[in-house]
């Protein structure tokens, strides 16, 4: 059907379009989509967005033809090199697929400012000839060589623009990082909108929370109880638990300056600290950082808050699997047993649930009944080695940053000193952890319990005690024997 069309040029009173016209007259019936975008909507209303819709409808309607969709990339940037910009991959979709005849834009940048994207589009371009494209702002026929050849140019500017601004910005944010000062963007849950001042509601909410992760809870039971009443994050949106634990992995709780997703350093490497108010103790801050990158937590176990007391406590006598609780919906009862060998168990070996928590539960109230709470305040016994090692790490790569040491040298050094650092690392982790299970042990457990969440209970549990044995029942029958135990105390 394009077979008699050839390219023309057309002009209008304001704006640039490129049409296709036909013998005996242009064509009017095109079906054109409108594509607009703005890098940054710091009020969320779509303003910039809507404004160009605007222009680009008078344009389109000004040569005739007809909007049949809108493509809205709003708060969104066509430069950085991770972004993804759904509304521009459909309209190249559309285009492709035939389902348009062309594309009305307010100005090129907003609709390239990679040379990647322009080329994509200038395939498309190729492979359907009489596509129409039009700017408001400027005068590009991406249909034509010379057109081509001045928009790779125009993106080319365009995107050294970007990089010479992102550049400055990347700067400015380090410079302000170093000086402490907090910067734009959402408000952070806790602080007031100066991001500077506490604020008095949600403050005391992290601290709570950051006792209750101490003491046991799940960031699910957090969420859910925070969901339940109400309490919402700063964008307005429920509380999940990758959200909040963010929020509280975050080194702004405890008064240090972030900067790219970590503390920021100063140019001699100490932490910088924030002009503003920290919520949690330093000290405590990294208790909550251990217990939440504690591999114990990962899994699917812990995806929805722990049901049964015992679970992934009790061990299996016979095969030394852990214990799983079943629930016995008939009778409103529940068990714990021995997963089947299909799931890495014997499947050999069950026992009352109701009877095991008892049990357990009321040694622990008999163990504590007659002790006060006491907190191992002894240091770490690796703190000296894990400073040697990073000490060490330090002086090779400074000696090779002087060119003393090669690279054949250093690096094999470093890497083995930085595993032995992770594995440091990972035992301070396991030790804060346990300190924090210990600190935040309900003082009176035997009046408190009725109160705690199971996560809690499990916590005073695991503080106590290093083994609870199942062993096979010696005689028939449902009746729980406590013989069948066997603990091992901390």
């Known amino acids: 059907q394009h077979a008699t069309k050839q390219s023309k040029r057309v002009l209008g009173q304001e704006g640039v379009c490129f049409g296709v016209a036909r013998e005996g007259g242009l064509d009017m019936g095109h079906r054109v989509g409108a594509y607009v975008r703005i890098s940054e909507?710091?009020?969320?209303?779509?303003?910039?967005?809507?404004?160009?819709?605007?222009?680009?409808?008078?344009?389109?309607?000004?040569r005739g033809w007809t909007v049949t969709d809108v493509f809205r990339d709003n708060d969104v940037s066509a430069y950085k090199a991770?972004?993804?910009?759904?509304?521009?991959?459909?309209?190249?979709?559309?285009?492709?697929?035939?389902?348009?005849?062309?594309?009305?834009?307010?100005?090129?940048?907003?609709?390239?400012?990679?040379?990647?994207?322009?080329?994509?589009?200038?395939v498309i371009f190729d492979s359907r000839p009489g596509l129409l494209f039009a700017t408001v702002q400027s005068d590009i026929d991406l249909s034509a060589s010379d057109g081509r050849t001045m928009a790779r140019v125009m993106v080319a500017f365009a995107n050294k623009s970007s990089m010479d601004t992102s550049r400055r910005?990347?700067?400015?944010?380090?410079?302000?990082?170093?000086a402490g000062v907090p910067v734009g963007g959402s408000r952070p849950f806790g602080w007031q909108a100066d991001r500077r001042s506490l604020d008095g509601t949600e403050a005391p909410l992290l601290r709570k929370a950051a006792a209750d992760l101490l003491?046991?809870?799940?960031?699910?039971?957090?969420?859910?109880?925070?969901?339940?009443?109400?309490?919402?994050?700063?964008?307005?949106?429920?509380?999940?638990?990758?959200?909040?634990?963010?929020?509280?992995?975050?080194?702004?709780?405890?008064?240090?300056?972030?900067?790219?997703?970590?503390?920021?350093?100063?140019?001699?490497?100490?932490?910088?600290?924030?002009?503003?108010?920290?919520?949690?103790?330093?000290?405590?801050?990294?208790?909550?950082?251990?217990?939440?990158?504690?591999?114990?937590?990962?899994?699917?176990?812990?995806s929805g808050g722990r049901k049964y007391l015992l679970s992934g406590i009790a061990?299996?006598?016979?095969?030394?699997?852990?214990?799983?609780?079943?629930a016995v919906k008939k009778y409103g009862t529940f068990y714990y047993a021995c997963k089947p060998p299909t799931s890495g168990g014997c499947g050999r070996l069950s026992a009352s649930g109701k009877g095991l928590d008892d049990l357990i539960s009321g040694l622990v109230f008999t163990y504590l009944a007659d002790r006060q709470v006491e907190v191992n305040v002894e240091p770490w016994t690796g703190e000296e080695a894990l400073l040697d090692v990073t000490a060490r790490i330090e002086e090779l790569m400074a000696a090779f940053a002087r060119r003393e040491l090669s690279s054949d040298v250093v690096f094999p050094a470093v890497a083995q000193m930085e595993l032995d650092l992770s594995v440091l690392r990972d035992e301070r982790s396991a030790w804060m952890k346990e300190q924090a299970l210990v600190a935040h042990r309900p003082s009176d457990v035997t009046e408190a319990w009725p109160t705690l969440v199971v996560e809690q209970r499990r916590a005073v549990i695991e503080s106590l005690l290093s083994a609870v044995v199942v062993h096979p029942a010696t005689t028939r029958g449902n009746r729980f024997d406590p013989e069948r135990v066997e603990v091992a105390w901390r």
């Open 82 to 122: 991770r972004a993804v910009r759904p509304e521009f991959e459909r309209m190249l979709g559309a285009m492709e697929a035939g389902l348009l005849d062309g594309v009305v834009v307010y100005d090129l940048d907003r609709f390239a400012r990679k040379p990647s994207d322009l080329e994509r589009a200038i």
């Open 169 to 178: 910005v990347a700067r400015k944010h380090l410079e302000l990082a170093r």
């Open 41 to 62: 909507d710091l009020d969320g209303m779509g303003l910039g967005v809507a404004r160009q819709e605007e222009d680009c409808r008078a344009l389109a309607e000004r």
């Open 315 to 326: 061990r299996c006598a016979l095969c030394g699997r852990c214990l799983t609780g079943n």
């Open 215 to 302: 003491a046991g809870v799940g960031l699910h039971t957090i969420c859910r109880a925070w969901n339940d009443a109400g309490i919402t994050t700063t964008r307005g949106n429920p509380w999940r638990k990758s959200v909040l634990k963010n929020a509280m992995l975050s080194p702004r709780l405890a008064g240090f300056r972030v900067h790219q997703g970590g503390i920021a350093r100063a140019e001699d490497g100490t932490p910088v600290r924030g002009k503003y108010e920290p919520i949690l103790d330093v000290d405590i801050w990294e208790a909550v950082c251990a217990v939440l990158r504690s591999p114990s937590r990962g899994g699917k176990a812990h």
